[in-house]
C-alpha cells in the first residue's frame, strides 16, 4: 500500500496538470479563435486573455503575421521579493499546428521574476519584442530577438539615449514603431511624446511631440505605422471619465487636426488606456479598468467619422472661456472641506472673481467654472462639483470621487 500511495502521490502533479491541458479549449483561427468585434467593444478572450484570477495590464501584442500573442497581468504566481503583493508578468500563447498554446509566462523573462515584466510590443517585421523590467527604482526597456523559429533567452537592454534615469528613477514606456523608421514613447515626466529615429534596435536623440494644449496626455501612445493618426489616453473636462482613448488625425499637407474623444462605447465613466491597433488594421485593443481590468477590443471602422471630424474641428478649434461669476456668487463655495477617505482637506476661498482651491499646506490654484456649480483644475486631472444646498463638495480626482463635507 505504501508504495501504491507514493506512486500516486508522484503522479498527482502531473495528472492535474493533464487535467488542467485538457480543461484548455481547442482554439483555431486568428485571434485566439474569438468572434470578432463589430462597431461596439466587447472583453477579448474572456477567461483566456481577459481572466477573472488576474488583473491585465499594459497593451497586447499581437505577432505581424498573428501567429503569436503576448499580454501582460498581474498575477500571484510570482509575489514580489518580500512575499507581500502580486507581480506583473509577461504570458503568450501561439499558434502549434494550427491550434493556440494554453498561455504561459515567458521563458526569457525568468531573470526577473519577482519583478515586473510588461508593456509588449514587436518590431514591424516581428523579428524583435520590446517590453520592461521593473526593477527597484527602475523601468527600462529591454528587446529579445527570433532565431530559427525561437525567442532569445536573455533580455538585451536597449541602452541611451531610450532608457534614461531621472534623478534616481527611471521610468521608460514601450515603443511603438513606424514604417518611416521612427520610434515613439511616452514620457512621463514632461507629458509629451517622445520621436526617435530608429534602426536595427538603434535610437537616436529624441525630437517632441505635443498633444494639443486641450489634452493632458497619460500613459503610453499609440502612432499608427503610417503616421496617419494617434491615439492617446488623455484628460480633457468633457470627457466621459478620469482617462480616455482620443485620437487625431493628419490632413491631406500633413498637419495633426484636433484630437477627438472617442464614442461608440470606447470610452465610459471608467479608465480607458493602452490604445493598440492590430498589425492588420481592422481592430483596436485597449484595457478597460473594469473590476479586473480587462482588454476590449472593437473595429476600426468607427475611426472613419473621428478623422473627418478631428481634420474639420481644426479648421475651427474649441475655445474654452470659463464661465465668469459675479465675486458675490463664489461665497456659497468658500470654505473648507473634508471626508474621512482623505487625510487632508481642501480649502475654497476667492480672489476677485475667481476661486481657489488649496490642499493642505500646498500653493493654492484656480479653479475654472465650465457649468453650473462645476470647477475644473486641468493640470491635476480634478474636477470639483459643489452642491450648495447640502454644504457638500463633490471632488473627482483620476478614477475616485470624494464626497467632501464643508465644515
Given at each position: 500500500?505504501?508504495?501504491?500511495?507514493?506512486?500516486?502521490l508522484?503522479?498527482?502533479?502531473?495528472?492535474?496538470?493533464?487535467?488542467?491541458?485538457?480543461?484548455?479549449?481547442?482554439?483555431?483561427?486568428?485571434?485566439?479563435?474569438?468572434?470578432?468585434?463589430?462597431?461596439?467593444?466587447?472583453?477579448?478572450?474572456?477567461?483566456?486573455?481577459?481572466?477573472?484570477?488576474?488583473?491585465?495590464?499594459?497593451?497586447?501584442?499581437?505577432?505581424?503575421?498573428?501567429?503569436?500573442?503576448?499580454?501582460?497581468?498581474?498575477?500571484?504566481?510570482?509575489?514580489?521579493?518580500?512575499?507581500?503583493?502580486?507581480?506583473?508578468?509577461?504570458?503568450?500563447?501561439?499558434l502549434?499546428?494550427?491550434?493556440w498554446?494554453?498561455?504561459?509566462?515567458?521563458?526569457?523573462?525568468?531573470?526577473?521574476?519577482?519583478g515586473?515584466?510588461?508593456?509588449?510590443?514587436?518590431?514591424?517585421?516581428?523579428?524583435?519584442l520590446?517590453?520592461y523590467?521593473r526593477?527597484?527604482?527602475?523601468?527600462?526597456?529591454?528587446?529579445?530577438?527570433?532565431?530559427?523559429?525561437?525567442?532569445?533567452?536573455?533580455?538585451?537592454?536597449?541602452?541611451?539615449?531610450?532608457?534614461?534615469?531621472?534623478?534616481?528613477?527611471?521610468?521608460?514606456?514601450?515603443?511603438?514603431?513606424?514604417?518611416?523608421?521612427?520610434?515613439y514613447?511616452?514620457?512621463?515626466?514632461?507629458?509629451?511624446?517622445?520621436k526617435?529615429?530608429?534602426?536595427?534596435?538603434?535610437?537616436?536623440?529624441?525630437?517632441?511631440?505635443?498633444?494639443?494644449?486641450?489634452?493632458?496626455?497619460?500613459?503610453?501612445?499609440?502612432?499608427?505605422?503610417?503616421?496617419?493618426?494617434?491615439?492617446?489616453?488623455?484628460y480633457?473636462?468633457?470627457?466621459?471619465?478620469d482617462?480616455?482613448?482620443?485620437?487625431?488625425?493628419?490632413?491631406?499637407?500633413?498637419?495633426?487636426?484636433?484630437?477627438?474623444?472617442?464614442?461608440?462605447?470606447?470610452?465610459?465613466?471608467?479608465?480607458?488606456?493602452f490604445?493598440?491597433?492590430?498589425?492588420?488594421?481592422?481592430?483596436?485593443?485597449?484595457?478597460?479598468?473594469?473590476?479586473?481590468?480587462?482588454?476590449?477590443w472593437?473595429?476600426?471602422?468607427?475611426?472613419?467619422?473621428?478623422?473627418?471630424?478631428?481634420?474639420?474641428?481644426?479648421?475651427?478649434?474649441?475655445?474654452?472661456?470659463?464661465?465668469?461669476?459675479?465675486?458675490?456668487e463664489?461665497?456659497?463655495?468658500?470654505?473648507?472641506?473634508?471626508?474621512?477617505?482623505?487625510?487632508?482637506?481642501?480649502?475654497?476661498?476667492?480672489?476677485?472673481?475667481?476661486?481657489?482651491?488649496?490642499?493642505?499646506?500646498?500653493?493654492?490654484?484656480?479653479?475654472?467654472?465650465?457649468?453650473?456649480?462645476?470647477?475644473?483644475?486641468?493640470?491635476?486631472?480634478?474636477?470639483?462639483?459643489?452642491?450648495?444646498?447640502?454644504?457638500?463638495?463633490?471632488?473627482?480626482?483620476?478614477?475616485?470621487?470624494?464626497?467632501?463635507?464643508?465644515?
Open positions: 500500500m505504501k508504495k501504491i500511495s507514493f506512486a500516486i508522484i503522479l498527482f502533479p502531473f495528472l492535474l496538470n493533464a487535467q488542467t491541458l485538457e480543461d484548455f479549449p481547442v482554439l483555431k483561427g486568428e485571434y485566439l479563435g474569438q468572434k470578432k468585434p463589430g462597431r461596439t467593444p466587447e472583453v477579448f478572450a474572456p477567461g483566456i486573455v481577459s481572466d477573472t484570477s488576474w488583473a491585465e495590464h499594459c497593451q497586447i501584442a499581437i505577432s505581424p503575421n498573428g501567429d503569436e500573442i503576448f499580454w501582460s497581468v498581474y498575477t500571484s504566481e510570482y509575489p514580489k521579493i518580500d512575499g507581500k503583493g502580486n507581480t506583473e508578468q509577461l504570458y503568450y500563447s501561439k502549434e499546428n494550427g491550434i498554446t494554453k498561455p504561459k509566462i515567458t521563458d526569457f523573462t525568468s531573470n526577473n521574476k519577482h515586473g515584466n510588461g508593456g509588449p510590443v514587436f518590431s514591424l517585421d516581428g523579428k524583435k520590446f517590453f523590467q526593477k527597484p527604482c527602475d523601468k527600462y526597456m529591454y528587446y529579445v530577438e527570433k532565431k530559427d523559429g525561437q525567442w532569445s533567452k536573455d533580455p538585451i537592454s536597449i541602452g541611451e539615449p531610450y532608457n534614461t534615469k531621472i534623478g534616481n528613477v527611471a521610468t521608460n514606456w514601450t515603443p511603438v514603431f513606424t514604417k518611416k523608421g521612427y520610434a514613447e511616452y514620457n512621463q515626466q514632461k507629458r509629451v511624446i517622445l526617435y529615429k530608429y534602426d536595427e534596435a538603434l535610437f537616436s536623440q529624441p525630437d517632441t511631440m505635443r498633444v494639443h494644449e486641450d489634452f493632458r496626455l497619460s500613459f503610453n501612445v499609440y502612432v499608427a505605422p503610417d503616421e496617419s493618426y494617434y491615439i492617446f489616453s488623455g480633457n473636462y468633457k470627457g466621459f471619465g482617462l480616455d482613448l482620443c485620437i487625431c488625425f493628419k490632413d491631406s499637407d500633413g498637419n495633426w487636426g484636433y484630437p477627438i474623444i472617442m464614442r461608440d462605447e470606447v470610452n465610459t465613466k471608467a479608465r480607458e488606456r490604445p493598440v491597433v492590430s498589425p492588420d488594421g481592422k481592430y483596436l485593443f485597449f484595457m478597460r479598468h473594469t473590476k479586473t481590468q480587462d482588454i476590449f472593437v473595429s476600426t471602422k468607427i475611426f472613419d467619422k473621428y478623422k473627418r471630424e478631428s481634420i474639420e474641428t481644426m479648421k475651427n478649434p474649441p475655445v474654452f472661456n470659463a464661465i465668469m461669476l459675479e465675486s458675490e463664489l461665497d456659497k463655495y468658500i470654505g473648507v472641506y473634508s471626508c474621512p477617505e482623505l487625510t487632508r482637506k481642501i480649502t475654497i476661498s476667492k480672489e476677485d472673481n475667481f476661486l481657489k482651491a488649496q490642499i493642505a499646506d500646498r500653493t493654492p490654484f484656480t479653479i475654472d467654472c465650465y457649468d453650473k456649480d462645476k470647477f475644473k483644475y486641468d493640470r491635476g486631472m480634478l474636477k470639483i462639483e459643489f452642491i450648495p444646498d447640502e454644504n457638500k463638495m463633490l471632488l473627482k480626482a483620476g478614477s475616485s470621487t470624494y464626497e467632501m463635507i464643508k465644515q
